[in-house]
């Protein structure tokens, strides 16, 4: 009878998992050397990234096209972080009662969606994995990033440091991950393997320092240049320089 709940068990959580040939990898982030307080600790590891790089070809899946969405509401992008698959098509949905412009100019892809008006949307696809920076040329306060990956083996950390990675084919994986605060050495990625018929696979503990960062100085608006003294108390549709 045991025997019997334990196969059910089995079964039951393989279709919880996914497909029934791929696995879960699961881990743990821990920040260390940081003085935040255990609130902004959460949110620190909300905004972290973990991802998967098969180092076997086979491992290799070829994802179907996929969507996102960076939302624009209260001057403030939603989410913070986003991660996707490199191809990804972004949408950039304005929620608020002024006007936005959602830009890009920093390391990674380059973008401009222009001026547009509440309650509209643009969206731009991700061709270059990267990272790219993300701004609004209206409102200097609102910024986040978009984490282009070449894997589709990616999962945003949850508050308690935990992650799960689902429908992980079997292979040989680096584990690497995104933290906006990060400061150590982040070069040498811990390898994991993952064994066809084994359904959950628990990745090493990954530490990660905060000690020391600074956050972003200010940056410079669309056209390279400082945006104008009254812009952070700015909540109107203003046009683009003259
Ligand atoms: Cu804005």
Redesign the pocket.
């Known amino acids: 009878m045991m025997r019997h709940w334990l196969i059910c068990f089995s079964f039951l959580t393989a279709l919880a998992l996914g497909r029934a040939n791929a696995s879960t990898v699961s881990g743990v982030i821990q920040l260390t050397a940081n003085s935040n307080s255990p609130r902004e600790q959460r949110r620190h590891l909300s905004d972290i990234v973990v991802w998967l790089d098969a180092l076997s070809p086979a491992a290799s899946l070829q994802a179907p096209a996929q969507h996102a969405e960076m939302l624009?509401k209260d001057?403030m992008f939603h989410p913070h972080v986003l991660p996707i698959l490199v191809g990804t098509a972004v949408e950039f949905p304005?929620a608020?009662p002024?006007?936005?412009?959602?830009f890009s100019n920093y390391d990674g892809q380059m973008f401009d969606v222009a001026l547009y008006p509440p309650g509209t949307s643009r969206t731009v696809v991700f061709r270059k994995a990267g990272i790219a920076r993300v701004f609004?040329?209206?409102?200097p306060a609102?910024s986040a990033i978009i984490l282009v990956l070449k894997t589709p083996y990616f999962v945003k950390v949850n508050a308690d440091g935990r992650y799960l990675i689902p429908n992980v084919p079997a292979g040989q994986y680096e584990l690497h991950y995104y933290d906006e605060r990060a400061t150590g050495d982040n070069s040498h990625p811990p390898q994991l393997t993952v064994e066809s018929a084994v359904m959950e696979v628990g990745a090493p503990v990954l530490r990660i320092s905060e000690a020391g960062y600074v956050t972003l100085a200010t940056h410079k608006n669309k056209y390279g240049q400082d945006y104008p003294p009254d812009a952070l108390s700015y909540g109107g549709n203003i046009g683009p320089p003259k």
Request: net charge neutral; with cysteine.
């Open positions: 624009q001057k304005n608020d002024i006007f936005h412009n959602a609004c040329n209206i409102h609102m």
